[in-house]
């Protein structure tokens, strides 16, 4: 018997529920044709926005909001990743498809906006072994992965609508400088090898290598896949940092992200999307093919890495902080700490070693 392996959400979790009582007037308001209660779950999430499932009756939506006690206005910009996805549909259909935002903190103490639900498998960070894809077929679910990411990056953003959405000019100073700002506000700890990486990245002064739209979150669990032909994306989710600037950028985000089996224990506790499974390629791999279908060329590979690594820690710094500070108590953030020293270390050996791969040998 075959498994449906479409993504479900599950219980709401302590701290995050939402106020029934005055989110189901609002949704009748906005969606008038709807009928029947409203019942509320979770989705499992990263560490950012908060995602939900809403059902009135037989009708499925997706709710985001930012995460409770965050003062992050660019990052949780409910209003900005509203007007991305509106937009984004029109020139490429693997946005959802976005149906109302709500700037009144009134009805759920925060903006929000309501999306369809496109249903599909996801592949979260830990999956059941009967869901495990065999290597071949997820070697062609990562070439979707990394094609994927050259289609997004060719996107005609201005035929979206979307060309006042960033300043590609200057942008790769600009995420360096914000990057380490950002860290200096979130730092809880001494962390001598952060200090020494952010440093590293200012002295280098690359020049811009293009414009174009970038996701800036882009992995495995933020893809929705086919339920019958997993290599085939149906949606890309989480455009809360999506902007105009340097496509190389997005590459070194996306590497940052990218643990592989032959990685030490240390690096592999720091997956965040199942990219460790057989079939998958590596780092390098995955880059040469992003050059081969994009056309682009890649002479400092170390760099947009090392930046990768760098801005991970300073999320999960940002994350840990909150913690730190009580405003969350899921109990998967309290060790965070420890992962933002292995990001600092990991940088470190990338930058003395001029590689990417083979880090601690």
């Known amino acids: 018997m075959k498994i449906d392996w479409t993504d479900q959400p599950g219980d709401v979790r302590p701290g995050e529920a939402l106020d029934v009582a005055r989110l189901e007037p609002y949704l009748h308001k906005q969606l008038p044709d709807l009928s029947g209660s409203l019942t509320i779950r979770q989705f499992p999430s990263g560490f950012s926005n908060l995602t939900y499932l809403i059902q009135v ?30 937009h984004l549909r029109r020139v490429y259909q693997k946005a959802p498809r976005a149906l109302f935002y709500c700037d009144d903190e009134t009805v759920l103490g925060g903006p929000f906006y309501v999306m369809e639900r ?3 498998v996801i592949l979260r960070t830990v999956i059941p072994e009967a869901m495990i894809p065999p290597p071949a077929l997820m070697r062609r679910i990562a070439d979707s992965f990394i094609d994927n990411l050259v289609e997004l990056h060719a996107v005609d953003y ?32 001494d962390l001598p090898e952060l200090e020494r990486v952010s440093a590293w990245l200012a002295e280098q002064a690359l020049p811009e290598a293009g414009a174009a739209l970038i996701h800036n979150d882009y992995k495995y669990n933020n893809l929705i896949l086919d339920v019958n032909d997993w290599p085939r994306i149906l949606a890309v989710l989480d455009w809360e940092m999506a ?35 057989p079939g998958n390629p590596s780092r390098e791999a995955l880059v040469e093919r992003y050059i081969r279908q994009s056309g682009r060329d890649i002479p400092h590979l170390v760099f947009y890495y090392v930046y990768g690594v760098f801005k991970l820690a300073v999320i999960i710094q940002q994350i840990y902080r909150r913690y730190k500070l009580g405003f969350t108590q899921d109990a998967r953030f309290a060790h965070l700490d420890q992962e933002v ?12 070693k001029k590689r990417i791969d083979r880090l601690f040998e």
């Open 57 to 86: 009756g037989t009708e499925e939506f997706v709710l985001r909001r930012p995460p409770f006690g965050v003062n992050i206005k660019t990052a949780h910009d409910m209003g900005r990743e509203y007007t991305i996805l509106s």
């Open 118 to 120: 496109v249903r599909g």
């Open 158 to 189: 201005q035929a979206a609508g979307l060309g006042n959405l960033g300043r590609p000019a200057g942008y790769v100073q600009r995420q360096i400088e914000g990057w380490a700002r950002r860290y200096q506000q979130a730092r809880t700890d």
């Open 243 to 277: 902007t105009l600037g340097d496509p190389l950028m997005d590459v070194g985000t996306m590497l940052g992200y990218w643990i592989e089996p032959d990685d030490p224990p240390m690096m592999q506790t720091l997956r965040f999307s199942p990219t460790m499974l």
């Open 341 to 352: 020293r292995l990001c600092g270390q990991i940088a470190v050996q990338a930058i003395e």
